[in-house]
């Protein structure tokens, strides 16, 4: 295949960046997407050019690392898969691709295709977790009996990646997916339930600190979430959220 890129270059957080075009004549279908700028980098590194820095590490979908704005869509044209399970028998021969990093003001650009994401960090530090007593005697998990239904709910809810693609995805970049996918994962469970209001109190603080923006009703944080995860995880977000304030 055929295919014109054009990419996003920016040197540092500072300087201003700018779409560089890149025409390659040998594109292999079966490949990735991650190993066709593979690919071009091996091509710009033998010419002495500097390579396309993009971020990636399991390359299976599960940790949440590759982040590309693909012809505007955050991991691209496809529903239910991360940048890195993309491949190039998606696209067409003689098409052009526009590759952009996720646009965020609480994701700034570290360099080309690579953003910081540390906000998320600081958001799940402030509540993502539960406090437990490990040095004594721990109670056995499995010795606390839940529903199915239940269960399945919060294994949904805990199936996010933290990419980050509903932020990308939002006109008000909202991390209000991540944020309550990260909430209801303990808030379902009555190992969560102890410090439920407080843990929904300081996210929400810690997410607003960071500059992310509300909730549109959209819903295209929903469409392009590399795992699916539901609206109605904000829904019960917005519920433990009253309950705390009350
Ligand atoms: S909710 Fe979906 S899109 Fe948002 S960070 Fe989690 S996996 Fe990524
Ligand atoms: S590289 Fe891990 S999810 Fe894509």
């Known amino acids: 295949?055929?295919?014109?890129?054009?990419?996003?270059?920016?040197?540092?957080?500072?300087?201003?960046?700018?779409?560089?075009?890149?025409?390659?004549?040998?594109?292999?279908?079966?490949?990735?997407?991650?190993?066709?700028?593979?690919?071009?980098?091996?091509?710009?590194?033998?010419?002495?050019?500097?390579?396309?820095?993009?971020?990636?590490?399991?390359?299976?979908?599960?940790?949440?690392?590759?982040?590309?704005?693909?012809?505007?869509?955050?991991?691209?044209?496809?529903?239910?898969?991360?940048?890195?399970?993309?491949?190039?028998?998606?696209?067409?021969?003689?098409?052009?691709?526009?590759?952009?990093?996720?646009?965020?003001?609480?994701?700034?650009?570290?360099?080309?295709?690579?953003?910081?994401?540390?906000?998320?960090?600081?958001?799940?530090?402030a509540g993502g977790y539960i406090s437990v007593n490990t040095s004594g005697n721990p109670q056995d998990a499995n010795t606390v009996p839940i529903e199915k239904t239940i269960a399945e709910a919060a294994f949904d809810s805990a199936t996010c990646i933290g990419c980050g693609a509903c932020v990308a995805a939002c006109k008000n970049a909202s991390a209000m997916l991540f944020v309550s996918a990260k909430i209801s994962q303990l808030a379902l469970l009555p190992q969560g339930k102890v410090e439920a209001q407080s843990r929904v109190a300081n996210m929400v603080k810690q997410m607003d600190e960071e500059g992310f923006g509300n909730c549109t009703n959209t819903g295209a944080c929903e469409v392009e979430c590399p795992k699916e995860i539901s609206l109605t995880n904000i829904a019960r977000m917005n519920r433990e959220y009253f309950k705390a304030s009350m």
């Open 1 to 125: 295949m055929k295919l014109t890129l054009k990419i996003w270059r920016q040197k540092n957080r500072k300087e201003k960046g700018s779409l560089v075009e890149y025409r390659l004549e040998n594109v292999n279908p079966d490949d990735s997407f991650l190993e066709m700028l593979d690919s071009l980098n091996y091509d710009l590194i033998v010419k002495g050019a500097s390579p396309v820095a993009f971020d990636h590490d399991c390359r299976e979908g599960i940790c949440g690392m590759c982040s590309l704005f693909i012809n505007g869509r955050p991991h691209g044209p496809d529903r239910g898969i991360a940048t890195c399970e993309l491949h190039m028998r998606r696209f067409n021969d003689g098409d052009t691709v526009f590759v952009e990093p996720f646009r965020a003001k609480a994701f700034p650009i570290i360099k080309d295709l690579v953003i910081d994401r540390s906000s998320f960090d600081r958001v799940q530090q």
